[in-house]
């Protein structure tokens, strides 16, 4: 398709096109720039904007850092330790509730109030969750979905209680379409929330620690214009110092080091909260959840009573609660010596020894009850894992003492995280203000000596 | 009938060891198997499969030498069926208890001298017969009902109960029994029982209205109780010695129109376990004579099923 000429009116010489602002503006320099004077404001001028833009950038990307830095102490790790907490007690919750069902009437006041207790921390951080995800994320669709689920779960478990209480084994059919709904629902939905508030810490760390090159490099360039300029004035003058110009490099200078030394600092506090608080913190989740699960693994073993069996790969056919059992232990032991290799101090290190010896003690009182089932006593099988006086050894015990030792290395390293966290983010502290404030300051000390200069022509 | 029955199933469970006698002499080996395969699909009838076990003996065997020298019973239980095999939990020794316990604390007493020598090991319904044929227990005693086709996979005793099918639903449901009334409805049954045989079959053959939902299959028959609970199914069909116990678990429901089968319990063995066959319908004898079934059915059924009803006499056993 073309179009034929359609007009031919078109002047045969148009008129010489009007010139832009630019090349008017750069006509003017290049005529400025053939005096003196018209170097000199030329100078001035490119040496205020290199300051400027220094300063700007700083505070630019220093803040970008400092609020990224702020996030990881005051929102992205704790939401981070908010979604461990919702996995560890709905976890806790449904261990609690095997145990009770377990133990029939011997049911203690203490499981009954750890399970409640759990569903409200669940319900709760559930709630500061949802306030800290963004509407329609996947996040928020992943709360919504445990919101929805926690309640029916609970109803499952009272309705197992109350037939329970009446002697109705369809008590025990509702504890397992209770245990089915966390396992095989609740769980995944909470390891999920879990991952993505990982994924935003270590977005946050990612945002928080690189060094502001751009910023870096306008300072050197900033700062080699300013040198140029006064061997400049010291070739022409002789004149040693120019106080402006000396004023504005002074400011520069400290703002350059300001920005290294700060960043820095604060770089190596929030790395060292990674490497001691934030990888101890995950390891130790790990080492919580495994503990757990072998728990409830273990209790159901002793529920379903062989209800449930996996054939291995050499074919033989093991209870699957206790093959389950088996590989939740060998995590734990994994994990804690991984976690043992993480700390960095005694005060760090003796819950984690603390917890492998419970756990070894554990693992060889489980082989006891497991033997005991195996050669049919169920009753001592029974006593040696939810007994409650201290001659039955049971294996309750040691449960209970790994979560505990687990739970004051989580206190201690979340301590550590804090602290390092808390000086990293102290060494950005006035970093994008101050540095704002002086570069002003030394844009016009640039300005201003120029000026002193300029004023020689007068 | 029996005879043949019996002949036909020796002859199936012979088959591996005939077939290589076969290839020598061809034509009446081949002919033989044959015979005897079609003879069995004939003549093996679920409403006569009761009748076709071992006669008692004490005799001592290789399978009861094991059991003795293992020094427990190791035993198939369910821990789902009130008053059948369940964990009661306001017994605080935890222990199983039921008809079906009662009669394995028997067995084992029987056999080891000790009532109490006995490992009992829950099972879900789809997992009896794959537990006694790999040797993971000995012998199941879990309200399972003697059909041909497990007597093709498992050695039975001669019968100890009489049931029969029944439909479960809420007492103000329409559904009115086995019939019409369950069109449209989500009817609820265990995975590999015959409940779930029955209604897959008669879904085929237009006894029952093929709108009928017959997709929820549950790992134990009381699931169905929880599903009926939550008003995830309309109705439950199981037994109607189960269907009992899971009425006498919720007032709101009730057993609806009568059984629409007629079946038998028996114990179940492994495949070749004759001495340990007869050893159980030995004690079977003992246990209906010595009124120890009778005792043990007023202890727990009698509420349920009543002291005047079919169920309430154990059936005489006839052996092949």
Redesign the interface.
Known sequence: MTHAPTSSTAPPHPAPPRRTALAEGAERLRHAATTEPGRLRVIGAVLALLVVAFGTVTALQTTHRATAADDVLHRSQPLSSDAADIYRSLADANTMATSG??A???ETTATRERYESDIRTAAAKLVTAAANSAPGSPSAATITRLNELLPRYKGLVE?ARA????????????L??ANDTMQNEMLPAAEDLYQKENQRLSADYADATPYPWAAIALGVVALAALAWAQRRTYLRTNRVLNHGLVAATAATTVVLLWLVIGHSVARAGLNGSYTHGVRSLSVLHDARIASLKARSNENLTLV??????RTLKDGT?MDAYDWAYDQELDRLAKTLAHADRLADDTAGRTPVRVANESMKVWKSRHELARRAND??D??KA?DRVIGTTAEDESTGECFDNVDTSLASALTHETNEFKQAARAGLAAMTGLPAGSAVLAVLGAAGAVLGIGRRLSEYR | MAAVCALALAFVLLLPRTQPYATGDPAPGGQRTAYATRAKADTCKDSEAHDRSLSPSSADGPTLGAIRSRGYLSVGVDQNSYRWGYRNPNNSTGELEGFDIDLAHRIAKDILGDENKVQFRAIPTNERIPAIRSGRVDMVVRTMTITCDRLRQVAFSAPYFLTGQQVLAPKTSEITGYDASLAGRKVCSGTGTTAYDHLSADKKNGRLPASTDIATTVPNQLDCLVRLQLGEVDAVVTDSALAASQAAQDPAVALKGTSFTREFYGVAMKLGADDLVRRVNRTLEDYRKDGGWKESYDKWLSATLGRESSAATPPTASYR
């Open positions: 069902y377990l029939g009437l011997q309705a037939n329970n209480r009446q002697g109705f084994p369809v008590g025990g059919a509702y397992r379409a379903s009573r062989g209800a449930e069996t056919v050669s049919g169920y009753q029974r």
